[in-house]
């Protein structure tokens, strides 16, 4: 993932964190204020039915006294108050009285409770209510609610009681007013609420029974549930009821139970509050949220690749140099203008490189001086042993000549021999030295190293097993399917030869040669070993350093030779020994040559002429 993606993903974490807190929050916070809105709107609402149900109670109360007070209704109770008195002429007059009271019930009843005239059921004449006449003090109950049974079914009435007294005799006055939809009617509502009255006049329960100011709710099968909770165990409650999938079409009620005279259930009042502006609310919130968050990830793309290009433009540039420099580019410079980090981090860079590049000549001037002088000092130890017999023999060629002219031309022959000899010697160590200086460039072809190994291994059979010699044995543990690589195989070749030459020259007793191949990523890896003496580890630190030898008889060049080889190749080559176990050499090659030999040659000493 790139720096511009991954600053953008953070961005747009973070903004929307930032968004998706603050929305939850606020709706959170916002459908609790409307809860509790609601949750007092509801309440304001019940209190407002009490009050109303008080304030008609009390109006009841008023206008039942009123019938009670009236001249024709104690003319009627002093009537009554005579013995064997005809009551059948007064089983009209309370239809007229109720009308002129605005009162829906209104019953006539004789001491005893027997009804004289009834204007809600005039079939009940004669009809005894047994309560009624009960000792009570109705002045002190008030109103009361009471299901009353009328011509058209039961209906549910707020009733109250006065009593007309004459002599010993009393005249009853019951006379209500129904309660339903009329009533409901004569409420105030707040927007997004209803309320609704359920009338406990049947044995079950009867979506009819369920009114408002309107008439009987539709769906009232939908509140079957809650009633039956109610008949069965009255008290106040709420409940809540999805009409449709939509949240928004959700209601709450709070229910408030109706008891009668002796505490039994007639009704109860269910106060109804929407959640369409609670749901509308969150609704309005989440599209706000959501808004915020598009027009924030909007700016955070904007932003995050105005950003990431003024980061990822001068890393790039750095990246680049780093680039340069790791492919022998020391003299790398990075342009990168202001005076932020990166600009300062270019700035060191810069000088960095400068001085990387500075400390490399000067290690390089101070390698090609040690070099010289290692070679001068090799060179000068080479040549001193062959140069003193040269001097020895001329010297006594000219004493000869001076001292003994007669044996000069035996001493001439034996001086001359030894003379040619040691010319001999000296050609020989020009030439390695020659050799060495003169290592051909790679020519690159593919090479199988397992059959380059295995040539290797065939050339040296005789010497592994020769007479008078203890034996060598060679294990080879070559890799099937390893890839083939571009190399010089020639050069390769010597280069084997001269580490199994240095294996055999470790063991003059004898021991295991071991070659082994391995291949990972394209790459392949040489690793022989033996079983010698060993080296110290100072002597595996100058192993590679050219003319150094732990042989009596060795030039010091062939380590030499094989770390230039492996070094044109690209490749790298490391030694492990331990002393009196043996020592392994370790050669890692790349599947591919560097166009140029990475390894300077030593650089020749100017000629006179230069």
């Known amino acids: 993932m790139t720096f511009r993606a991954k600053l953008f993903l953070l961005f747009t974490i973070a903004l929307l ?6 929305a939850v929050g606020v709706t959170a916070v916002t459908r609790r204020a409307l809860e509790d809105s609601s949750r007092a709107h509801s309440e304001a609402l019940v209190a407002q039915f009490e009050r109303e149900f008080d304030r008609h109670k009390q109006d009841i109360v008023h206008r039942v006294e009123g019938v009670a007070d009236a001249e024709a209704t104690v003319r009627m109770a002093i009537d009554l108050s005579r013995p064997k008195v005809d009551v059948s002429v007064y089983v009209n007059d309370a239809r007229g009285v109720s009308q002129s009271h605005q009162l829906n019930f209104l019953d006539f009843a004789s001491d005893d409770g027997s009804i004289i005239s009834s204007n809600e059921s005039p079939a009940r004449f004669g009809y005894k209510i047994d309560w009624l006449a009960a000792p009570q003090n109705w002045a002190s109950i008030g109103a009361f609610l009471m299901k009353v049974d009328t011509q058209d079914g039961p209906s549910l009435g707020l009733m109250s009681v006065s009593v007309v007294r004459v002599g010993d005799k009393n005249l009853y006055v019951l006379g209500g007013e129904q309660l339903g939809r009329d009533f409901l009617a004569s409420m105030v509502l707040p927007s997004g609420m209803r309320a609704l009255l359920y009338l406990n006049l049947d044995p079950d329960f009867q979506a009819a029974d369920l009114v408002d100011e309107s008439g009987p709710v539709a769906d009232g099968e939908r509140f079957r549930e809650f009633v039956e909770q109610e008949r069965a165990q009255p008290g106040a409650r709420t409940f809540r009821i999805a009409w449709t999938p939509d ?102 860079f810069n000088r960095m490189t400068q001085q990387l590049s500075e400390q490399r000549e000067r290690l390089v001037q101070a390698e090609r001086v ?136 470790a063991m003059p007793a004898g021991g295991v040669l071991m070659l082994r191949t391995s291949h990972q990523n394209g790459d392949v890896d040489l690793e022989v070993s033996d079983t010698g003496s060993g080296l110290t580890p100072e002597e595996c630190d100058r192993l590679f350093t050219p003319y150094y030898t732990t042989k009596q008889h060795g030039t010091g060049l062939g380590l030499a030779i094989v770390q230039s080889v492996i070094s044109d190749h690209g490749g790298r080559i490391s030694v492990e020994s331990e002393s009196g176990v043996g020592t392994s050499f370790y050669i890692h090659l790349p599947a591919k040559a560097p166009a140029r030999p990475v390894a300077a040659a030593i650089e020749k000493p100017p000629s006179n002429g230069e």
């Open 247 to 348: 949240r928004a079409s959700a209601e709450s009620f709070h229910a408030l139970p109706l008891l009668g005279r002796q505490g039994e259930l007639l009704g109860a009042l269910l106060v109804g509050s929407s959640d369409r502006d609670v749901v509308l609310v969150e609704r309005r919130i989440i599209l706000l949220a959501a808004a915020v968050a598009a027009m924030g990830m909007l700016m955070g793309l904007l932003l995050s690749g105005w950003g990431a290009a003024r980061v990822t433009r001068p890393v790039r540039k750095l990246a680049e140099g780093a680039r340069a420099v790791s492919e022998g580019n020391w003299k790398a410079h990075v342009e990168v203008k202001g005076h932020n980090e990166i600009a300062q981090l270019a700035a060191a």
């Open 17 to 22: 964190l930032s968004v998706g807190i603050v």
């Open 370 to 505: 040690a070099a010289w002088r290692e070679l001068a000092r090799r060179l000068a130890h080479e040549l001193k042993n062959p140069l003193f017999p040269l001097e020895t023999t001329v010297e006594n060629l000219k004493r000869a000549k001076e001292r003994r002219p007669e044996q000069f031309e035996e001493v001439f022959g034996e001086s001359t021999a030894i003379l040619l000899s040691e010319i001999d010697n000296l050609k020989k160590i020009v030439g390695r030295f020659s050799d060495f200086a003169k290592m051909p460039q790679p020519e690159i072809s593919t090479v199988n190293l397992n059959e380059t190994v295995r040539g290797v291994v065939k050339l040296f059979e005789s010497q592994f097993g020769a007479v008078g010699r203890p034996p060598i044995t060679p294990e080879l543990h070559l890799e099937e399917g390893l890839p083939a690589i571009q190399a010089d195989e020639t050069l390769l070749r010597r280069a084997i030869e001269n580490l199994v030459l240095n294996a055999m020259d």
